[in-house]
């Protein structure tokens, strides 16, 4: 039904001749690459998000994993009673997204894209430091799967949104390229620290709370960049001086 409804705005355009689909791929990164050197707040925005988005997807993937060892015995595993409750949280989560994703969607329009996100971050660190200090039921479980729903896409369609603002236009294409190949390139890093962090101490607890430094050094990068000045530096205009409110 999408290929349908959805049609490309703009002609297929011809290979030149002698090149390659990869070549004029590797080319236009690199195009991208020296047009973000000039975009320095663009750039800068870019490692915060990567860094933060790092401790989201790490969160999300090792949830499963924290809750089963943490809220289970190794006898309720085997019988496969903490994959029932995970699906019961997994639900929770969705339901408690939908829900965040609406909510956070009309705080951003009060006070800004970017504190928005700022005030989602807070909110994660919030969730991993009361992982690791007061989970203790299965209650208090669900309690925090509704919080990370809350927050869960939030902060991704926002911060899309923002640098979808720094970025020049009619060059979108190849810098949201750049945007996904850069965060495919670092979600590793989360999960590194989070295995690390657990062979070394054989405690999930510690794990999970050690992933509050890619949430705090990506808040922390996003606070000090100019969001107004990296717009205006690719040529746009932010969303209240577009309607005239601003």
Not at 57 to 65: F, K
Not at 72 to 84: K, M, V, W
Not at 125 to 143: D, E, P, S
Not at 216 to 221: A, D, F, L, T, W
Request: hydrophobic fraction near 55%.
């Amino acid at each position: 039904m999408t290929f349908w409804l959805i049609r490309a705005q703009n002609d297929v355009r011809e290979i030149p001749e002698g090149k390659t689909l990869l070549t004029i791929g590797f080319s236009e990164i690199w195009e991208t690459l020296k047009e973000l050197k000039r975009l320095r707040l663009t750039a800068l925005f870019l490692v915060g998000y990567l860094c933060y988005n790092d401790g989201i997807q790490t969160v999300i993937l090792m949830s499963s994993a924290f809750l089963s060892n943490e809220l289970f015995t190794a006898s309720e595993r085997l019988e496969g009673a903490d994959q029932s409750f995970l699906f019961t949280i997994f639900l929770i989560a969705q339901i408690a997204a939908f829900v965040g994703a609406m909510g956070f969607e009309r705080i951003a329009r009060l006070i800004g894209a970017k504190l928005t996100i700022i005030i989602s971050l807070l909110i994660w660190i919030g969730i991993v430091i009361y992982a690791y200090a007061f989970l203790a039921t299965r209650t208090q479980a669900m309690f925090m799967g509704a919080a990370i729903g809350l927050v869960l896409g939030s902060v991704q369609a926002l911060s899309r949104s923002l640098y979808s603002q720094m970025i020049p236009v009619g060059r979108e294409s190849a810098f949201f390229g750049l945007y996904e190949i850069s965060e495919k390139g670092t979600a590793w890093m989360g999960q590194l620290l989070f295995a690390v962090i657990v062979g070394a101490t054989g405690s999930f607890r510690q794990a999970i709370l050690g992933l509050i430094v890619f949430f705090i050094v990506g808040m922390v990068i996003l606070i000090f960049t100019n969001t107004t000045r990296a717009i205006h530096n690719a040529g746009n205009l932010t969303p209240e001086e577009a309607s005239g409110t601003g």
